[in-house]
C-alpha cells in the first residue's frame, strides 16, 4: 500500500510558476513510477508527466513540455513537479499517482491516488 498526499497548489498570475510535491508513504517508494495528472472541470483527468523509480528518465505531455520539470527525492519518498511558464489553461486539479511501471498514460493504469491540489492561472 501506498498513501500520497499533494501540495503546493495555489493561485498564480499567468507566467508565474509553482512547485507540487507529492509525499509518499511506506518503505518501498523507489520501486513505483510515479506520475502527475491533472483534470480540469469538466474534462476528463489527462496525463502531465511521469518519472521512472529511480528518477533517471522522464516523459511529459505536450502541453507542458520545456514549462514542467518533474523530479524525485527517493530519501524523502517525495515527487516534484516544477511548473513554469503557467497559462490559464494549467488551471486544474493535479493529481499524483504511483504504479509498477513506466510510461503509463491512462489514469485507469494507477492504483494509487492523492487527493489532489487545485492549481489556479489567472491575472
Known amino acids: 500500500q501506498v498513501q500520497l498526499v499533494e501540495s503546493g497548489g495555489g493561485s498564480v498570475q499567468p507566467g508565474g510558476s509553482l512547485r507540487l510535491s507529492c509525499a509518499a508513504s511506506?518503505?518501498?517508494?523507489?520501486?513505483?513510477?510515479m506520475v502527475w495528472f491533472r483534470q480540469a472541470p469538466g474534462k476528463e483527468r489527462a496525463f502531465v508527466a511521469t518519472?521512472?523509480?529511480?528518477?533517471?528518465?522522464?516523459y511529459y505531455a505536450d502541453s507542458v513540455k520545456g514549462r514542467f520539470t518533474i523530479s524525485r527525492d527517493n530519501t524523502k519518498n517525495t515527487v516534484y513537479l516544477q511548473m513554469n511558464s503557467l497559462k490559464p489553461e494549467d488551471t486544474a486539479v493535479y493529481y499524483c499517482?504511483?504504479?509498477?511501471?513506466?510510461?503509463?498514460?491512462?489514469?485507469?493504469?494507477?492504483?494509487?491516488w492523492g487527493q489532489g491540489t487545485q492549481v489556479t492561472v489567472s491575472s
Open positions: 511506506g518503505r518501498t517508494f523507489s520501486s513505483y513510477a
Open positions: 499517482a504511483a504504479g509498477r511501471y513506466y510510461m503509463q498514460t491512462l489514469p485507469s493504469r494507477y492504483d494509487y
Open positions: 518519472i521512472t523509480g529511480s528518477g533517471g528518465n522522464t
